[in-house]
Each structure stands twice: as C-alpha cells, then as structure tokens.
C-alpha cells in the first residue's frame, strides 16, 4: 500500500469499472485499486470511522461499516460525498461485516453489540435483532439462495439465521462446546461452512438435516481459519492464519482437501476474501500492508491431448 501501515483489507470488485475496493482499517479511508494500471485512489472518511468492512452495489455506491463511530457509510465515488446511516442503539455500537440482499439491502453484524441488523436502503431504516445468547459475538455473515442471512457466533460454539418475513431469528449449538466459528461460506446446495477458529477445524452445517460434520483442517489444532470464500466449482477456500498465512482449499463434492499455498509476504492476517468468477480469482488483503489475488487451478486437471 501507498499510505503506510493501515491494514488494508476486506475488498470487493466493482465489476463495471473492475476497480477493487477495500477499506484501510487502521487508516481511516476507503480506497481502489485498478488491476491493469497499479492506479490506487483513497477517500479518506470522517474523524474516528474505523472502517471494517465494504461492499459496493450495482450503481457503484461503496458502503462501509463504521466500526468504531457507530454507523453505516455510502461513498459517491463521483464526488466524493459521503452520507452516514446512524446505528439507532448506542449498544450496538460496531457495525462489522455487511452483506447484499436480494433487493439490495444489506445485512449486518455487530460483533460487540451482539446483534445483527438491516438496513433498508431506500429509507435509511435500520432494525436491530438482539443474539439472545450473552457475549454471542456475531461475526461472519452470507445469505442462501431462499434469502435468509446465517451468521455465526464467534463467541460461542453456535450459528444463527434470520426469517426475513418475520425477522425471528434462531440459534443452532453445535456439537462440541469449544467451537469458535468465525467466518462462514454457503455452496450451492445451501450447506453452511464454518471455520472453527478455536480448534482448527472447518464444519458444515446442513439445514435440511440438521447435521454437523468436521473436517481437521491440514495445519492441526492451531490452524487458527479465518477468510472463508467459496469458488463457483463449490470450493470452499480458507485461509489457516498460523504463520505464515496459508491458502487451504476444500472440495465441497469431493470432501477432501488440496490446494496448500503460503501467502509470500506471510500475510500477517487475511481476514476476509472476495472470489471474481470472470478471472477464477481471489482478492484479499493482508496485515502486512498489502492486497493480493491468488489465481485458482481449475478442479480437475484439464484431458491431455494425445
């Protein structure tokens, strides 16, 4: 990165303009960064923001968590201007990992709050749904096909949905109690995977059975996964964060293991992912002040002409 030790992290491709997005947590800004040109732009947010996390919608609008004011931001890249969502419960006081529905509105956690929210983009409305579990520390979040949003309870050993017609939500305990689940991905059958940070395992849940199976990830006990995306072969890719961090992936079909890549610069922490179908490519960003992409070997090993 340009501007020093900031921690970049959490981008998102704006496919329009194939521009990548991500926030500088400990810089205070939002910024882009252009593949083809090494071109980097930053829009610097108001005093205090602690940006977590963004996403960008279908016109070009950049949202962000601000994490540690309190609020949810839009960006108008065109101008620059910024306009702020106030979070209506100062106890909910983080906004932390955000996510699209549907119709465009976003769903979101906060991990301190112990909440997850809504916010209505065409009024500004946000609802709050309190985790009834104490400490339950809502962290990773993604919505399934019907358009429920799961999310998971890193403070606990349970993950948790929303019924957007009632917005009731319901929690789901996991087998073993020292299960941490950080963050999540969903493949097309609607199964939700989990990195369970504490013990180095990566779950699934099957909402249609009720089933939880476990996987020991390649780095044992201490494989301490965080990012979590899925590729559009249903590859659930996750990063073990033992240093140095390391690329693992997980065929969903297949249920076994394979890829194991070292992120060169060591990665520091890779919190959060964004997979481009277009380029079979993964963007992160890491702790050690820089954003990478990681191209991804096609499942099966393409026929040998003979």
């Known amino acids: 990165m340009p501007w020093g030790d900031t921690r970049p992290r959490d981008p998102y491709l704006d496919p329009t303009t194939n521009r990548i997005w991500f926030c500088g947590q400990a810089g205070n800004y939002v910024a882009y960064f252009v593949p083809k040109t090494g071109e980097f732009k930053r829009y610097d947010l108001p005093p205090g923001s602690g940006p977590h996390n963004l996403i960008v919608d279908k016109s070009g609008l950049v949202w962000y968590s601000g994490n540690l004011a309190g609020y949810i931001g839009r960006l108008d890249p065109k101008d620059g201007s910024i306009k702020q969502y106030p979070i ?28 997850v929210g809504h916010l209505t983009v065409s009024t500004g409305a946000i609802r709050l749904i309190k985790v009834p579990t104490e400490n339950a520390r809502p962290y990773g979040i993604k919505l ?10 890193f403070g606990t050993n349970k993950i948790a949905t929303v019924d957007p017609a009632t917005m ?6 996991l087998p073993r109690p020292e299960t941490r689940p950080r963050r ?10 989990y990195g369970d940070y504490a013990g180095g395992f990566l779950g699934r849940y099957d909402p249609a059975t009720g089933k939880v199976d476990e996987w020991q990830l390649p780095g044992g006990a201490d494989a301490r996964p965080y990012a979590m995306v899925r ?21 969903a079909k297949t249920l076994q293991f ?23 490519a993964i963007w992160f960003g890491t702790d050690n002040n820089t954003i990478g992409q990681a191209i991804l070997p096609p499942r099966t090993p393409p026929a040998q002409t003979p």
């Open 144 to 153: 399934d096909s019907k358009g429920h949003p799961w999310f998971m309870e």
């Open 88 to 115: 209506p419960d100062k106890m909910v006081r983080d906004p932390h990992t955000m996510v699209f529905d549907k119709n465009g509105d976003i769903w979101f956690t906060a991990q301190g709050g112990n909440a």
């Open 184 to 193: 999540m991905e969903i493949t097309s059958d609607d199964k939700i995977f």
């Open 258 to 280: 394979s890829a194991e890549t070292e992120v060169p610069s060591g990665g520091g922490v890779v919190r959060h992912m964004f997979y481009d179908p277009a380029t079979k």
């Open 168 to 173: 009731q939500l319901r929690e789901i305990t």
């Open 231 to 251: 590729d559009d072969e249903d590859r659930v890719w996750v990063v073990e964060t033992s240093r140095p961090n390391r690329f693992v992936s997980f065929d």
